[in-house]
């Protein structure tokens, strides 16, 4: 691999790691000084994000930023980069003591600890991020929430 290269995967993990730093700080201008005009952040299977910086800042003021759990953890499991995105599994960890829009749209709070498993790939362009997804195991969040209906 040559240092050119290896360049870009730094420039593509500090690209991502910055944004993830301003939302985590809550400071929504430096994270949308991260992204392209044309970025994409998507939260499935919740099927909640937006498609545009304008919606991004929108989606991230009313839906993320006032709605995180008071006890969030992010704790990163492993990390793939290449010249283009980078690939992180972290283990997340909350208390559900608020409504959270972005992730569970509808669920009152429960009050319930959970513990899961989510995958964010994020693809970079030019050092500004043109996608961020974020896989989560949904089955085993509303599991540990108490939010799957009884089985039959």
Known sequence: MTKAVQDMMVAVERARDAFAAALHAGDLDAALGMVTDDVALSTLPAGTGARGADALRRHLADDVLPHRPADLEITRVSRTTDRWRVVDEQRVAFTHDRAMPWLLPG??????????LAITVVAVRREKITEYRTLWDHHGLLEQLGLLPAAA
């Open 107 to 116: 669920a009152a709070p429960t009050g319930r600890r959970a513990e899961v």
